[in-house]
Protein backbone atom coordinates (compact mmCIF):
# COMPACT_ATOMS: atom_id res chain seq x y z
CA UNK A 1 0.00 0.00 0.00
CA UNK A 2 1.29 3.57 -0.79
CA UNK A 3 1.17 6.31 1.89
CA UNK A 4 -1.20 9.10 1.83
CA UNK A 5 1.14 11.75 1.21
CA UNK A 6 3.13 9.44 -1.75
CA UNK A 7 2.34 10.93 -5.26
CA UNK A 8 1.23 8.28 -7.85
CA UNK A 9 3.59 8.95 -11.04
CA UNK A 10 2.05 8.01 -14.65
CA UNK A 11 2.91 7.85 -17.68
CA UNK A 12 2.03 10.71 -20.26
CA UNK A 13 -0.59 8.93 -22.72
CA UNK A 14 1.01 8.47 -25.73
CA UNK A 15 -0.21 9.91 -28.94
CA UNK A 16 -2.52 7.64 -31.50
CA UNK A 17 -0.28 5.81 -33.77
CA UNK A 18 -1.60 7.72 -36.80
CA UNK A 19 -1.46 11.10 -34.66
CA UNK A 20 2.51 10.46 -34.12
CA UNK A 21 2.78 9.47 -37.71
CA UNK A 22 1.20 12.89 -39.12
CA UNK A 23 3.90 15.04 -37.31
CA UNK A 24 7.07 12.68 -38.00
CA UNK A 25 5.78 12.91 -41.65
CA UNK A 26 5.63 17.15 -41.38
CA UNK A 27 8.67 17.13 -39.45
CA UNK A 28 10.60 15.42 -42.16
CA UNK A 29 8.99 17.60 -45.00
CA UNK A 30 9.82 19.99 -43.38
CA UNK A 31 13.67 19.05 -42.88
CA UNK A 32 13.67 18.07 -46.50
CA UNK A 33 12.33 21.85 -47.57
CA UNK A 34 14.89 23.57 -45.45
CA UNK A 35 17.44 20.96 -46.98
CA UNK A 36 16.57 21.83 -50.19
CA UNK A 37 16.58 25.34 -49.63
CA UNK A 38 20.37 25.05 -47.86
CA UNK A 39 20.99 23.40 -51.21
CA UNK A 40 20.07 26.15 -53.80
CA UNK A 41 21.23 29.34 -51.29
CA UNK A 42 24.77 26.99 -52.07
CA UNK A 43 24.20 27.01 -56.18
CA UNK A 44 24.05 30.58 -56.27
CA UNK A 45 26.38 31.35 -53.27
CA UNK A 46 29.61 33.83 -54.08
CA UNK A 47 31.99 31.55 -54.82
CA UNK A 48 30.02 29.61 -57.26
CA UNK A 49 28.76 32.54 -59.10
CA UNK A 50 32.18 33.99 -59.39
CA UNK A 51 33.38 30.66 -61.03
CA UNK A 52 30.52 30.92 -63.71
CA UNK A 53 31.58 34.94 -64.47
CA UNK A 54 35.31 33.46 -64.43
CA UNK A 55 33.87 30.82 -67.19
CA UNK A 56 31.51 33.54 -69.10
CA UNK A 57 34.14 35.82 -69.91
CA UNK A 58 35.95 33.65 -71.77
CA UNK A 59 36.23 34.63 -76.09
CA UNK A 60 34.22 37.78 -75.01
CA UNK A 61 36.17 39.73 -72.68
CA UNK A 62 36.43 42.38 -75.53
CA UNK A 63 32.80 43.40 -75.90
CA UNK A 64 32.16 46.40 -73.68
CA UNK A 65 29.70 45.14 -71.56
CA UNK A 66 31.77 41.84 -70.45
CA UNK A 67 34.68 44.00 -69.64
CA UNK A 68 32.66 46.07 -67.63
CA UNK A 69 30.91 43.71 -65.23
CA UNK A 70 34.36 41.73 -64.98
CA UNK A 71 36.37 45.34 -64.19
CA UNK A 72 33.80 45.06 -61.42
CA UNK A 73 33.46 41.26 -60.92
CA UNK A 74 33.41 41.28 -57.07
CA UNK A 75 30.99 44.20 -56.33
CA UNK A 76 28.65 42.85 -59.34
CA UNK A 77 28.74 39.32 -58.06
CA UNK A 78 27.95 40.38 -54.11
CA UNK A 79 24.75 42.29 -55.70
CA UNK A 80 23.83 39.27 -57.96
CA UNK A 81 23.86 37.10 -54.91
CA UNK A 82 21.87 39.44 -52.75
CA UNK A 83 18.95 39.95 -55.38
CA UNK A 84 18.89 36.19 -55.70
CA UNK A 85 18.44 35.24 -52.09
CA UNK A 86 16.09 37.67 -50.98
CA UNK A 87 13.74 37.42 -54.74
CA UNK A 88 14.35 40.99 -55.96
CA UNK A 89 16.27 39.05 -59.39
CA UNK A 90 14.85 39.70 -62.77
CA UNK A 91 15.98 38.76 -66.04
CA UNK A 92 16.85 41.56 -68.55
CA UNK A 93 14.59 41.08 -72.12
CA UNK A 94 16.72 38.88 -74.48
CA UNK A 95 18.26 39.70 -78.08
CA UNK A 96 17.82 37.98 -80.51
CA UNK A 97 20.15 37.70 -83.91
CA UNK A 98 20.43 35.43 -87.01
CA UNK A 99 23.45 33.77 -87.82
CA UNK A 100 23.81 32.27 -91.62
CA UNK A 101 26.96 29.99 -91.38
CA UNK A 102 27.03 27.06 -91.44
CA UNK A 103 23.70 27.54 -91.56
CA UNK A 104 20.20 29.90 -90.97
CA UNK A 105 19.68 30.43 -87.32
CA UNK A 106 17.80 32.81 -84.92
CA UNK A 107 19.81 33.01 -81.88
CA UNK A 108 18.92 34.16 -78.46
CA UNK A 109 21.57 36.42 -76.77
CA UNK A 110 21.19 37.00 -72.84
CA UNK A 111 22.65 39.41 -70.73
CA UNK A 112 26.27 38.60 -69.18
CA UNK A 113 24.63 39.02 -65.51
CA UNK A 114 21.99 36.69 -66.81
CA UNK A 115 24.07 34.59 -68.12
CA UNK A 116 26.58 34.36 -64.79
CA UNK A 117 23.50 32.57 -63.15
CA UNK A 118 22.33 30.52 -65.57
CA UNK A 119 25.89 29.02 -65.62
CA UNK A 120 25.95 28.39 -61.94
CA UNK A 121 22.31 27.27 -61.75
CA UNK A 122 23.46 24.96 -64.58
CA UNK A 123 27.09 23.92 -63.66
CA UNK A 124 25.76 23.33 -60.34
CA UNK A 125 22.49 21.75 -60.46
CA UNK A 126 21.23 21.07 -63.54
CA UNK A 127 23.97 19.60 -65.35
CA UNK A 128 24.94 16.76 -62.40
CA UNK A 129 21.19 15.61 -62.26
CA UNK A 130 20.36 15.60 -66.06
CA UNK A 131 23.57 13.54 -67.01
CA UNK A 132 23.64 10.96 -64.35
CA UNK A 133 21.52 8.46 -66.76
CA UNK A 134 23.02 9.51 -70.08
CA UNK A 135 24.38 6.89 -71.73
CA UNK A 136 28.50 6.56 -72.83
CA UNK A 137 28.39 7.68 -76.65
CA UNK A 138 26.29 10.74 -76.11
CA UNK A 139 29.24 13.09 -76.80
CA UNK A 140 27.50 16.67 -77.27
CA UNK A 141 28.14 19.72 -74.56
CA UNK A 142 29.65 17.59 -71.81
CA UNK A 143 32.94 17.46 -69.73
CA UNK A 144 36.13 15.58 -71.24
CA UNK A 145 33.65 14.81 -74.50
CA UNK A 146 32.80 16.84 -78.00
CA UNK A 147 33.39 17.19 -81.35
CA UNK A 148 37.09 15.53 -81.77
CA UNK A 149 36.03 12.61 -79.32
CA UNK A 150 32.76 11.74 -81.38
CA UNK A 151 34.25 11.58 -84.34
CA UNK A 152 37.14 9.14 -82.71
CA UNK A 153 34.60 7.30 -81.05
CA UNK A 154 32.72 6.53 -84.25
CA UNK A 155 36.61 6.03 -86.24
CA UNK A 156 36.68 3.42 -83.24
CA UNK A 157 33.42 1.63 -83.78
CA UNK A 158 34.25 1.11 -87.63
CA UNK A 159 37.64 -0.47 -86.73
CA UNK A 160 35.65 -3.29 -84.29
CA UNK A 161 33.48 -3.52 -86.70
CA UNK A 162 35.59 -4.55 -89.52
CA UNK A 163 37.86 -6.86 -86.91
CA UNK A 164 34.36 -8.69 -86.39
CA UNK A 165 32.32 -8.81 -89.38
CA UNK A 166 34.72 -7.56 -92.29
CA UNK A 167 34.18 -4.83 -94.38
CA UNK A 168 30.51 -5.06 -95.29
CA UNK A 169 27.98 -3.83 -93.48
CA UNK A 170 25.98 -0.46 -92.83
CA UNK A 171 25.34 2.90 -91.32
CA UNK A 172 22.06 4.08 -90.27
CA UNK A 173 22.58 7.70 -89.71
CA UNK A 174 19.11 9.72 -88.36
CA UNK A 175 19.04 13.52 -88.31
CA UNK A 176 15.83 15.09 -86.46
CA UNK A 177 13.99 17.67 -88.46
CA UNK A 178 13.95 21.00 -87.26
CA UNK A 179 15.67 19.79 -83.79
CA UNK A 180 15.48 23.25 -81.49
CA UNK A 181 12.84 25.44 -83.74
CA UNK A 182 10.67 22.25 -83.22
CA UNK A 183 11.52 21.02 -79.36
CA UNK A 184 8.39 20.81 -77.45
CA UNK A 185 7.90 23.35 -74.52
CA UNK A 186 5.67 20.16 -72.93
CA UNK A 187 8.41 17.70 -73.16
CA UNK A 188 11.26 19.59 -72.41
CA UNK A 189 9.72 21.27 -68.72
CA UNK A 190 8.22 17.32 -67.87
CA UNK A 191 11.91 15.96 -68.79
CA UNK A 192 13.53 18.70 -66.34
CA UNK A 193 10.07 18.43 -63.74
CA UNK A 194 10.93 14.69 -63.80
CA UNK A 195 15.43 14.83 -62.96
CA UNK A 196 15.32 18.03 -61.02
CA UNK A 197 14.58 18.97 -57.46
CA UNK A 198 11.51 20.93 -57.44
CA UNK A 199 13.39 24.48 -56.29
CA UNK A 200 15.56 24.01 -59.46
CA UNK A 201 12.82 22.98 -61.34
CA UNK A 202 10.81 25.94 -60.70
CA UNK A 203 13.52 28.64 -61.02
CA UNK A 204 15.03 26.92 -64.52
CA UNK A 205 11.69 26.88 -65.57
CA UNK A 206 10.50 30.13 -64.64
CA UNK A 207 14.06 31.34 -66.90
CA UNK A 208 12.41 28.88 -70.30
CA UNK A 209 9.08 30.24 -69.84
CA UNK A 210 10.37 34.41 -69.89
CA UNK A 211 13.07 33.86 -72.71
CA UNK A 212 10.48 31.69 -74.75
CA UNK A 213 6.75 31.72 -75.61
CA UNK A 214 4.55 29.43 -77.26
CA UNK A 215 4.51 25.97 -76.97
CA UNK A 216 7.58 25.02 -78.74
CA UNK A 217 10.90 25.99 -80.80
CA UNK A 218 13.69 27.05 -78.86
CA UNK A 219 16.94 29.23 -80.09
CA UNK A 220 20.64 28.31 -79.15
CA UNK A 221 22.62 30.41 -77.30
CA UNK A 222 21.79 29.58 -73.42
CA UNK A 223 23.55 26.72 -71.20
CA UNK A 224 19.93 25.71 -70.33
CA UNK A 225 18.96 24.95 -74.00
CA UNK A 226 21.77 23.25 -74.49
CA UNK A 227 21.43 20.55 -71.80
CA UNK A 228 17.44 20.44 -72.60
CA UNK A 229 19.01 19.42 -76.52
CA UNK A 230 21.44 16.31 -75.39
CA UNK A 231 18.74 15.49 -72.24
CA UNK A 232 15.55 15.50 -74.36
CA UNK A 233 16.59 12.16 -76.30
CA UNK A 234 17.99 10.38 -72.87
CA UNK A 235 14.88 8.09 -73.35
CA UNK A 236 15.65 7.57 -77.30
CA UNK A 237 19.42 6.17 -76.36
CA UNK A 238 18.64 3.84 -73.97
CA UNK A 239 15.60 2.13 -76.43
CA UNK A 240 18.47 2.02 -79.23
CA UNK A 241 21.17 0.35 -76.44
CA UNK A 242 19.04 -1.60 -74.38
CA UNK A 243 15.96 -2.59 -76.53
CA UNK A 244 17.79 -2.58 -80.09
CA UNK A 245 20.38 -3.96 -78.28
CA UNK A 246 22.77 -1.76 -80.82
CA UNK A 247 26.16 -2.54 -80.21
CA UNK A 248 27.90 0.58 -82.44
CA UNK A 249 25.49 3.15 -81.52
CA UNK A 250 26.44 7.10 -80.87
CA UNK A 251 24.56 10.17 -80.55
CA UNK A 252 25.81 13.85 -81.04
CA UNK A 253 23.27 16.02 -80.20
CA UNK A 254 20.17 15.17 -82.83
CA UNK A 255 22.78 13.45 -85.11
CA UNK A 256 23.04 9.32 -84.84
CA UNK A 257 24.89 6.54 -86.25
CA UNK A 258 23.90 2.85 -85.83
CA UNK A 259 26.30 0.67 -87.84
CA UNK A 260 25.33 -2.99 -88.36
CA UNK A 261 25.64 -6.11 -90.26
CA UNK A 262 21.70 -6.22 -91.66
CA UNK A 263 20.06 -3.92 -93.80
CA UNK A 264 16.89 -5.44 -93.20
CA UNK A 265 17.24 -4.77 -89.13
CA UNK A 266 18.36 -1.17 -89.73
CA UNK A 267 15.43 -0.31 -91.66
CA UNK A 268 13.28 -2.05 -88.97
CA UNK A 269 14.96 -0.33 -86.09
CA UNK A 270 14.66 2.74 -88.14
CA UNK A 271 10.96 2.36 -87.75
CA UNK A 272 10.73 1.80 -83.85
CA UNK A 273 13.06 4.94 -83.34
CA UNK A 274 10.59 6.87 -85.37
CA UNK A 275 8.11 6.35 -83.04
CA UNK A 276 10.26 6.78 -79.93
CA UNK A 277 11.08 10.12 -81.03
CA UNK A 278 7.16 10.98 -81.73
CA UNK A 279 7.05 10.49 -77.72
CA UNK A 280 8.80 13.66 -77.11
CA UNK A 281 7.96 15.72 -80.11
CA UNK A 282 10.29 14.79 -82.99
CA UNK A 283 10.11 13.82 -86.36
CA UNK A 284 13.10 12.46 -89.01
CA UNK A 285 14.17 14.29 -91.58
CA UNK A 286 13.10 11.88 -94.11
CA UNK A 287 16.13 14.01 -96.78
CA UNK A 288 19.04 13.41 -94.47
CA UNK A 289 17.95 9.65 -92.55
CA UNK A 290 19.88 7.01 -94.72
CA UNK A 291 21.15 3.98 -94.51
CA UNK A 292 24.03 3.55 -96.45
CA UNK A 293 27.24 0.94 -97.23
CA UNK A 294 29.83 1.25 -95.02
CA UNK A 295 31.85 1.52 -98.03
CA UNK A 296 29.92 4.47 -99.47
CA UNK A 297 30.12 6.46 -96.03
CA UNK A 298 28.42 8.92 -94.20
CA UNK A 299 28.36 12.71 -93.12
CA UNK A 300 29.08 13.50 -89.75
CA UNK A 301 30.65 16.16 -88.13
CA UNK A 302 31.85 17.74 -90.64
CA UNK A 303 33.41 14.92 -92.12
CA UNK A 304 32.60 11.54 -94.62
CA UNK A 305 33.63 8.27 -92.76
CA UNK A 306 33.72 5.50 -95.04
CA UNK A 307 35.62 2.08 -94.78
CA UNK A 308 37.55 0.47 -97.03
CA UNK A 309 38.17 -3.83 -97.60
CA UNK A 310 41.42 -3.55 -95.87
CA UNK A 311 39.86 -1.72 -92.83
CA UNK A 312 41.40 1.42 -92.99
CA UNK A 313 38.79 4.34 -91.77
CA UNK A 314 39.04 7.10 -94.40
CA UNK A 315 38.19 10.71 -93.13
CA UNK A 316 37.68 13.05 -95.64
CA UNK A 317 36.08 16.72 -95.22
CA UNK A 318 33.47 17.37 -97.39
CA UNK A 319 33.28 18.99 -100.54
CA UNK A 320 30.45 21.73 -99.23
CA UNK A 321 33.11 22.58 -96.44
CA UNK A 322 35.64 23.18 -99.11
CA UNK A 323 33.70 25.29 -101.24
CA UNK A 324 32.53 27.16 -98.07
CA UNK A 325 35.72 28.19 -97.09
CA UNK A 326 36.72 29.03 -100.36
CA UNK A 327 34.08 31.33 -100.75
CA UNK A 328 34.97 32.90 -96.93
CA UNK A 329 38.69 33.13 -98.35
CA UNK A 330 37.79 35.15 -101.09
CA UNK A 331 35.46 37.65 -98.94
CA UNK A 332 38.08 37.81 -96.63
CA UNK A 333 40.64 38.92 -99.17
CA UNK A 334 38.47 41.97 -100.72
CA UNK A 335 38.03 42.82 -97.41
CA UNK A 336 41.29 43.20 -96.80
CA UNK A 337 41.98 45.07 -100.15
CA UNK A 338 39.35 47.33 -99.56
CA UNK A 339 40.95 47.91 -96.16
CA UNK A 340 38.07 47.11 -93.69
CA UNK A 341 40.99 44.12 -92.26
CA UNK A 342 43.98 43.06 -92.52
CA UNK A 343 46.28 40.23 -93.81
CA UNK A 344 46.73 39.11 -90.51
CA UNK A 345 43.15 38.26 -89.67
CA UNK A 346 42.79 36.31 -92.97
CA UNK A 347 45.68 33.92 -92.06
CA UNK A 348 44.63 33.63 -89.05
CA UNK A 349 41.01 32.75 -90.41
CA UNK A 350 42.54 30.33 -92.51
CA UNK A 351 44.81 28.58 -90.11
CA UNK A 352 42.10 27.62 -87.90
CA UNK A 353 40.19 26.20 -90.77
CA UNK A 354 43.66 24.45 -91.76
CA UNK A 355 43.88 23.12 -88.36
CA UNK A 356 39.62 21.33 -88.29
CA UNK A 357 40.71 19.80 -91.95
CA UNK A 358 43.76 18.56 -90.83
CA UNK A 359 42.08 16.02 -88.62
CA UNK A 360 41.35 14.17 -91.67
CA UNK A 361 42.92 12.62 -94.57
CA UNK A 362 43.04 15.37 -96.19
CA UNK A 363 46.54 16.16 -97.25
CA UNK A 364 46.37 16.70 -101.04
CA UNK A 365 42.53 18.85 -100.00
CA UNK A 366 45.13 20.94 -97.97
CA UNK A 367 47.98 21.17 -100.52
CA UNK A 368 45.39 22.55 -103.05
CA UNK A 369 43.99 24.97 -100.76
CA UNK A 370 47.07 26.24 -99.46
CA UNK A 371 48.04 27.24 -103.78
CA UNK A 372 44.17 28.92 -103.83
CA UNK A 373 45.01 30.80 -100.67
CA UNK A 374 48.43 31.67 -102.24
CA UNK A 375 46.69 32.82 -105.66
CA UNK A 376 44.21 35.17 -104.12
CA UNK A 377 46.89 37.56 -103.25
CA UNK A 378 49.12 37.93 -105.59
Known amino acids: ?40 EDVIDFEHLYASMQKCRVGVLWKDSVASFYM ?33 RNIVS ?12 NDYAIYPAMTKSFIYDNWACQKGKGTDAARDRL ?10 HGAEGYFLKIDIKGYYPNMSHKAVE ?13 RTVRILREQYSGDKGYNPGSQLIQIAGISLLDRTDH ?13 YMDDFVLIHQDRDFLA ?85 WKAHASKGNTY ?12 LWR
Open 1 to 40: MKESGEETHKEPNPLPKGEQYCDDAETSHETEAVNAADQF
Open 72 to 104: HGIERVIRLERDLKNGTYKAKPPKSFMIYLPKK
Open 110 to 121: ICFRDRVYQRAL
Open 155 to 164: KEFMHRYYRK
Open 190 to 202: GLFKEKLRPDVYK
Open 239 to 251: FIKERLRIKYYLR
Open 268 to 352: KSLCQIERELAKVGCTINTQKTTITTLKAGISFLGFRYRLTDTGKVLMLISSDNIRLERRRLRHMARKVRRGDSTKEKADEMYSA
Open 364 to 375: KVMQRMERYYNN
